[in-house]
């Protein structure tokens, strides 16, 4: 059960594999990928730029914690901002099993001090 959680995935599916920016393409790709499983869904929100490297932490070790913790594949889109976002947001795309999605939810919720350093 996701208990109530609220799944919120963009329209337009960006970023797409055919992204100019090289880095955002290469996360399209995976995100596309993943998605082909069954049962996988996806959700994006989106953080402040300058939380970037909290939520990646030393070496990656944040972010790799939370993956292997909550069995949720993060994508921080690092590389730009969304299409007609402002300059100083990025988009998280969390992917895999509803309850895998809102735990990685809540871990990123937590590393970023409880939400602050999310933007909606």
């Known amino acids: 059960s996701t208990g109530g959680f609220v799944f919120k995935r963009r329209l337009d599916q960006w970023p797409l594999p055919s992204d100019p ?5 290469l996360s399209g790709k995976h995100l596309f990928r993943l998605l082909e499983a069954p049962g996988t869904i996806r959700h994006d929100c989106f953080m402040r ?17 939370m993956e292997e913790s909550t069995g949720c594949r993060i994508y ?18 969390l992917v895999g099993l509803p309850s895998s999605v809102r735990a990685g939810y809540e871990a990123m919720y937590e590393v970023l001090d409880d939400g602050r350093g999310l933007a909606i």
């Open 49 to 65: 730029k300058k939380m970037c490297n909290r939520a990646i932490g030393p070496k990656g070790a944040t972010f790799k914690g």
């Open 21 to 25: 920016n090289p880095a955002a393409a």
């Open 76 to 93: 921080i889109i690092d590389a730009r901002p969304p299409p007609e976002g402002p300059d100083d947001v990025r988009q998280v795309s």
